[in-house]
């Protein structure tokens, strides 16, 4: 049983912001929003998490929305290095096990 | 750091050989993980060690596979026979603190059964 719906994929013009949803709308009180991404060939990658409050790291920013129902990763200036699947991943906060569904696949085009 | 450091990154192997791929994790982490990734099944955690003890091995698909820490830095998954089924991508992680500490990915070791 999914926890998270993503789109399967989008594209983004480079040097643009790349906006990617995820809905988790069965979401618990303890259960953290994580992001990883997947560059081919290459192991999974964390990108950032949060609970309730937005967060901004180096890489990417995340918007958790007061419902806790959805959030969005922004990557701010998408280069071609960002082209990747990313995954939306709920955790709580006692768990170990990542359960990475099918992402989405981001293209960032030239 | 250097990471999380998996060996061999390539093996091609025939059916009903032993296989073994090896992991070192990063230094001071206390969780370790091996993933493995096909196509038709995306990835899958095969077990989880805590403090160098299997804490969740319930991913291991069959007594073909087992895994060892013997340490806090190295780890094993040996699969003896190997079948072509088995033929995926084998990811280890490691983390620190709390079971929902992000996680460190290593390459990966793309395993070939023929």
């Known amino acids: 049983d999914a926890k998270t719906t993503q789109p399967p994929s989008m594209d983004c013009a480079e040097g643009r912001a790349a906006n990617l949803p995820c809905n988790h709308s069965t979401i618990s009180g303890n259960e953290y929003v994580y992001w990883y991404r997947q560059i081919h060939s290459q192991g999974p990658q964390y990108i950032i998490h949060?609970?309730?409050n937005n967060e901004t790291n180096e890489m990417a920013s995340l918007i958790i929305t007061e419902d806790r129902k959805s959030s969005t990763l922004i990557l701010p200036h998408a280069t071609l290095r960002d082209t990747a699947v990313y995954y939306c991943i709920v955790l709580s906060s006692n768990d170990y096990k990542l359960s990475f569904g099918a992402g989405t696949t981001v293209t960032v085009r030239a | 750091d250097a990471g999380v450091i998996q060996s061999p990154r390539h093996e091609v192997t025939e059916m009903g050989q032993e296989v073994t791929l090896r992991c070192k994790p990063i230094?001071?982490?206390?969780?370790l993980f091996w993933y493995r990734q096909t196509m038709m099944r995306g990835l899958e955690l095969l077990i989880y060690?805590?403090?160098?003890?299997?804490?969740?091995d319930s991913g291991m698909p069959e007594d073909r596979f087992s895994a060892k820490m013997p340490n806090a830095s190295f780890s094993t998954l040996k699969i003896q026979p190997s079948e072509p089924r088995d033929s995926a991508v084998y990811f280890c992680?490691?983390?620190?603190?709390?079971?929902?500490?992000?996680?460190?990915f290593g390459q990966g070791t793309r395993l070939t059964v023929v």
């Open positions: 992680a490691s983390s620190e603190g709390g079971p929902a500490a992000r996680a460190f």
């Open positions: 060690f805590n403090n160098n003890v299997p804490i969740d």
């Open positions: 949060g609970l309730k």
């Open positions: 230094s001071g982490h206390n969780s």
